[in-house]
Nanobody, 124 residues
Framework: VQLVESGGGLVQAGGSLRLSCAGS????????IGWFRQAPGKEREGVSC????????YYAEAVKGRFTISRDNAKNTVYLRMNSLKPEDTAVYYC??????????????????WGKGTLVTVSS
């Protein structure tokens, strides 16, 4: 199982980024995908997740209305569109896969497969 994040970078407050999570080595459309982030000195937190078909999604309150998660199972990829970015969104963003997410917000300890992360830095 491999998950590879991309799309991070440096952006000014109010700007946008689109993160991608490409999966391989497993049946991608059998798995829910979650996006998590970890800022320096803070615990990893669930940002958003999407079920295997793409028909159901979850957003943390801090990003609701600004972030949009989507998936293209034909491309084995999940996206996280991030608009109106704030300095407090600065973190390493990780995607993770699990057969099914059973609780919300998603528990990082319940996700067996992880990517290595992509850094998002939002300047004020």
């Amino acid at each position: 199982v491999q998950l590879v994040e991309s799309g991070g970078g440096l952006v000014q407050a109010g700007g946008s980024l689109r993160l991608s999570c490409a999966g391989s080595g497993f049946t991608f459309d059998d798995y829910a995908i979650g996006w998590f982030r970890q800022a320096p000195g803070k615990e990893r937190e669930g940002v958003s997740c999407i079920n295997s078909s793409g028909g159901s999604s979850y957003y943390a309150e801090a990003v609701k209305g600004r972030f949009t998660i989507s998936r293209d199972n034909a491309k084995n990829t999940v996206y996280l569109r991030m608009n109106s970015l704030k300095p407090e969104d600065t973190a390493v963003y990780y995607c993770a896969a699990v057969r099914r997410i059973n609780s919300y917000p998603p528990n990082p300890n319940a996700m067996p497969y992880w990517g290595k992360g992509t850094l998002v830095t939002v300047s004020s």
